[in-house]
């Protein structure tokens, strides 16, 4: 049986789903950052809050990723994930205002408030400030 080359990576989050043909996508995993060419050893593993990026040709693309799993195939990526977002879609100020209020639910006294939902928008927002930073925009 020959090995395939390509991928067929899937991307699916509360928020939008996407599915494209790339020649290599590098994940950020539980136990570290790990890369899948076409015919890689079948895995699943959790995903750990961070950088993703794809390769299609030359193009390459980066995501936000966070909260989820990964299901690895020969020729197949599957990623489940709280926070999927395309670098291109951040918006360095919509990212401050969302630290500023996870930081203000976060320092909130009463105790009916979601810490987990908190924690992940907190996250999200870091990552988002962390990214247009490495794009060269803070």
Known sequence: ??????LTLHIVSPDASISQEV???SLPGAEGDFGVLPGHT???TALRTGAMWYR???E???????????????GKVSVLAQVAERAEDLDQARA?????????VMGAVPHDIDFGRA???ML???????AESRRGGV
């Open 1 to 6: 049986m020959a090995l395939p080359t390509k």
């Open 23 to 25: 020649d290599e996508v």
């Open 42 to 44: 079948p895995f699943f």
């Open 56 to 58: 299609q040709g030359a």
């Open 60 to 74: 390459k693309h980066s995501l936000l990723v966070s909260v989820g799993f990964v299901e690895v195939l020969p």
């Open 96 to 104: 401050e205002a969302g630290m500023k209020r996870a930081e203000e």
């Open 119 to 121: 924690r992940l928008a």
């Open 124 to 130: 999200r927002t870091l990552q988002q400030l962390q």
